[in-house]
């Protein structure tokens, strides 16, 4: 028992250099491979620390090893540009001026409901609110209001249409029935709830519509029987 003690011991302090040097950013907004490094870490430090059999030194070695690679990684991604985005990945727009970009959403392996879902832990709960949305290379989420963004944000928008899907939840929790945005399409000349990437409906009547391809349209919808919310 003293011995697996002991080993735990040297491999948390020889952990606790190594994170130390390896910086700030290590313990807070990683990059993919401090991400992959990390857990590397973390697995070759439970070998030694669980089974007394394997020497000590292993364990140490292997971490040592992993902090050079590290940091080789790290000067490659510091001074050889070219490499930069291949190593470390690049931001994403995931939204512009025209509204959606749904390629760049599939292509970090999100949907509309992510995006909504980020916007709203941003403090962003419109989509017509904002001029840019993007995410960074690292995960974190960042968004470029619009000067008036606030006046924009009346009521909580419900997502109704999802990728040319209704959201059957949703809906029920408007009060508002599928023929009555099915209309809504019509009028605006879209064949079918297939063809829309997004549409969101707020308690005001302003309905956030944007058809797959299309630059975003904001409506004002007036709702039967004065439903609001």
């Not at 989509?127 to 209001?145: H, K, M, Q, R, V």
């Not at 040319?164 to 029935?177: A, C, E, I, P």
Request: glycine residues 6%; hydrophobic residues 45%.
């Amino acid at each position: 028992m003293a011995l697996i003690i002991i080993r735990t011991a040297v491999i948390f302090l020889t952990l606790l250099i190594v994170m130390r040097l390896m910086g700030k950013r290590q313990i807070g907004e990683m990059q993919p491979f401090e991400l992959v490094i990390t857990l590397l870490i973390a697995e070759l430090a439970c070998i030694p620390m669980a089974d007394a059999s394997i020497p000590l030194l292993y364990g140490v070695v292997s971490v040592l090893s992993i902090y050079v690679l590290h940091e080789i990684v790290t000067l490659i991604d510091l001074k050889v540009k070219g490499l930069k985005s291949f190593i470390s990945g690049k931001p994403s727009v995931v939204v512009n001026k025209d509204g959606i970009d749904d390629y760049q959403l599939k292509k970090n392996s999100l949907d509309v409901s992510d995006l909504i879902e980020s916007l709203r832990s941003a403090g962003y709960f419109s989509l017509d609110s904002i001029d840019y949305a993007l995410y960074e290379a690292n995960g974190t989420f960042s968004a470029l209001p619009k000067q008036d963004y606030e006046a924009r944000q009346n009521s909580l928008p419900f997502l109704i249409i999802d990728n040319g899907k209704f959201n059957g939840k949703n809906l029920s929790l408007t009060g508002l029935t599928r023929s009555f945005f099915e209309g809504i399409l019509k009028e605006q000349r879209i064949a079918s709830e297939k063809k829309v990437l997004v549409l969101t409906a707020d308690g005001t009547g302003k309905i956030y519509l944007q058809a797959k391809g299309e630059r975003y349209r904001t409506i004002q919808a007036q709702y039967p029987e004065g439903i609001t919310w």
